[in-house]
């Protein structure tokens, strides 16, 4: 009953701390990194041409965003076997099965 407790206040939190990001923001838009750096290279060096070009330009901003979306999704399904590998590993060393 414990733990049910503590994960129901974890994913309260969680949803506490979207809430306020969404609440301190207002209708500001979410812009990424990249075009915040580019941003700033173009106010600094107006004269900057870059050196090297996408080998691969999406054509749409949702073909970009669902790519995005599968490589997250991909990582995080490694990243979970790998940390389930480990815990399996680590409970079969401490019962002595190894």
Not at 32 to 41: F, L, R, Y
Not at 49 to 75: I, M, R, T, Y
Not at 83 to 96: Q, Y
């Amino acid at each position: 009953m414990r733990r049910h407790l503590s994960t129901i206040g974890l994913i309260m939190l969680a949803l506490a701390i979207l809430a306020g990001t969404f609440l301190v923001a207002g209708g500001a838009e979410f812009g990424g990194t990249d075009s915040a750096a580019t941003e700033a290279i173009q106010a600094s060096h107006p004269a900057y041409q870059p050196w090297f070009h996408s080998v691969f330009q999406p054509k749409s901003a949702e073909v970009e965003s669902g790519l995005f979306a599968l490589q997250a999704a991909l990582g995080a399904g490694v990243v979970g076997y790998i940390l389930g590998r480990l815990r399996e590993r680590a409970k079969h060393r401490a019962s002595g099965d190894a």
